[in-house]
Structures are given as C-alpha cells and as structure tokens.
T-cell receptor, first 114, second 115 residues
Framework: DSGVTQTPKHLITATGQRVTLRCSPR?????VYWYQQSLDQGLQFLIQ???????AKGNILERFSAQQFPDLHSELNLSSLELGDSALYFC?????????????FGPGTRLTVL | AQSVSQHNHHVILSEAASLELGCNYS??????LFWYVQYPGQHLQLLLK??????LVKGIKGFEAEFIKSKFSFNLRKPSVQWSDTAEYFC?????????????FGSGTRLSIRP
C-alpha cells in the first residue's frame, strides 16, 4: 500500500458525459501528479499540482482539468468523454515539487467510456 | 523532443535466467532516470533511480541499472529472475528541475517468467 488513495476504482459512463476522479496523496506530500495509462498510448503524464498550484503540464487535453484543494487532495475532471478516453488513470504524490523525489502511485481508477 | 524508448515490448524468460531490459532516452544535459515496476493488478512502484554519482544503481528485489551517458542508456538488469518478477517494467526520465520539468515514461516492457 503506497498511502495514495484514489476513488472510484472503476467508472463506467457514456460518451459526452463528465466524470470526476479523486486522489488523496500520502500524508505530508504536497505534490500530486495525474497520469493516463492506455494500451495504445502507454503511460502519459497529464498534470502536476504542488501545494494547490499547477506546477507542470503534460499531454492533458483541453476537455480535462484538475485542481488541488487546501487539504491537498486533488480531482481530475474529464468532460465531453470520448471512447478513446477509456484508460487507467493514476494519481501519484511526492513530498515536494522537486522532480527527483520519489513518486508514490495510487491504485488507479479504471474509466470505461461506452 | 524528449523521449524514452524501451525497445523490448514483451520478454519471456525461464526462472533463473538473467535479465536485461533496454532503455534509451533523448534528453540533453542533466537527467534523472527511474525504473518502475507494475505487478499485475497493482500500482507502479519504484525499483530504483539515478540522479548522480555511481552510474551503477542498486535497487530493490535484486535489480540494478547502469547509466551509460555516452549511449544515453539506462538498462535494467537482474542476474537471476524469479516467477514473481512477472510484471510490466517502465523506464522514465526527468529533465533538469530548473523549471517544472515533466517525467516521461517509456512504453513499458512486459516480462513473463516461465516457472
């Protein structure tokens, strides 16, 4: 158990819908990262937040957005869902915003868009 | 563009065989390198990491990796694999931390160990 929690574990929804994925980092970690893992694209970094502020942006679509709240949990919002958004979404946390700190990954949320 | 390449998509070995998984990166300058493992149905876990110093890095579970700057490589090795090493292995690289650099993962190598 990494100490990072993600809810829900599984999510099944339809195209065009909007979903919110939630992540709670390890106790004391200030940085949260979101990743998308799909069969064709592999593991892609989406976005990083550090202490409530956006720190780095990766291959995140405009239909997707994220935020980190004062209690440091983070939410990833996916809207106007398409079939290709079906993937495993991982959250990771690290102690600081410095890249070389180890990232601890959560169990992931499996999103299926029908 | 920065990239990380793992050329072996699927490796099948027998128990006790030696393992080497290739990883090449295309960053210039200072780079931090990682190997992560994802066991079936589980989250990613860090095996080892290289930031500076000794280019031969020891990790958990008997794994090691060697950073060869001239070859832009960071290959993962284990002298004798076990069935429990069956997993997907990801190499990752992170550029200089001067400004919000982002970690880039390779496409992963699936390792299957025959008992």
């Amino acid at each position: 158990d990494s100490g990072v929690t993600q809810t829900p574990k599984h999510l099944i929804t339809a195209t065009g819908q909007r979903v919110t994925l939630r992540c709670s980092p390890r106790s004391g970690d200030l940085s949260v990262y979101w990743y998308q893992q799909s069969l064709d694209q592999g593991l892609q970094f989406l976005i990083q937040y550090y202490n409530g502020e956006e720190r780095a942006k990766g291959n995140i679509l405009e239909r997707f957005s994220a935020q980190q709240f004062p209690d440091l949990h983070s939410e990833l919002n996916l809207s106007s869902l398409e079939l290709g958004d079906s993937a495993l979404y991982f959250c990771a946390s690290s102690a600081s915003g410095i890249g070389h700190n180890e990232q601890f990954f959560g169990p992931g949320t499996r999103l299926t868009v029908l | 563009a920065q990239s990380v390449s793992q050329h072996n998509h699927h490796v099948i070995l027998s128990e006790a065989a030696s393992l080497e998984l290739g990883c090449n990166y295309s960053y210039g300058g200072t780079v931090n390198l990682f190997w992560y493992v994802q066991y079936p149905g589980q989250h990613l876990q860090l095996l080892l990491k290289y930031f500076s110093g000794d280019p031969l890095v020891k990790g958990i579970k008997g794994f090691e990796a060697e950073f060869i700057k001239s070859k832009f490589s960071f290959n993962l090795r284990k002298p004798s694999v076990q069935w429990s090493d069956t997993a997907e292995y990801f190499c990752a690289a992170l550029g200089p931390e001067s400004s919000a650099s982002k970690i880039i993962f390779g496409s992963g190598t699936r390792l299957s160990i025959r008992p």
